[in-house]
Nanobody, 124 residues
Framework: QVQLVESGGGLVQAGGSLRLSCAASGRPGGRFGMGWFRQGPGKVREFVARITWSGDATYYADAVKGRFTISRDGAENTVYLQMNNLKPEDTAVYYC?????????????????WGEGTLVTVSS
């Protein structure tokens, strides 16, 4: 069992920045791919970004490419999402994701564990 705890959400004006963090626990010594999804008001949950267990590859949704950066702590299963030049359409609950057992993709059904989410609100 893996537990994911997100932090860093909040209210920011358009053009501003936020940094989300997600700490994973429950699998000592194990490393796995991690990522972020989001769900806006009245929308389905969508992929944002993911990073491989080694950190040597990252993947982004087109909507955030060039504005968001995913990274991870080399020694811990902690992942970060630096969000710059935020837009009102980025308003959503952001969920941390862990890919432990299967092949990681941009589909939500490839995620094995979810965090509870952290709200990001971008005002215009």
């Amino acid at each position: 069992q893996v537990q994911l705890v997100e932090s860093g959400g909040g209210l920011v004006q358009a053009g501003g920045s936020l940094r989300l963090s997600c700490a994973a626990s429950g699998r000592p010594g194990g490393r796995f791919g991690m990522g972020w999804f989001r769900q806006g008001p009245g929308k389905v949950r969508e992929f944002v970004a993911r990073i491989t267990w080694s950190g040597d590859a990252t993947y982004y949704a087109d909507a955030v490419k060039g504005r968001f950066t995913i990274s991870r702590d080399g020694a811990e299963n902690t992942v970060y999402l630096q969000m710059n030049n935020l837009k009102p359409e980025d308003t959503a609950v952001y969920y941390c994701a862990a890919y432990v057992w299967g092949v990681a993709t941009e589909m939500s059904n490839s995620v094995d564990y979810w965090g509870e989410g952290t709200l990001v609100t971008v005002s215009s």
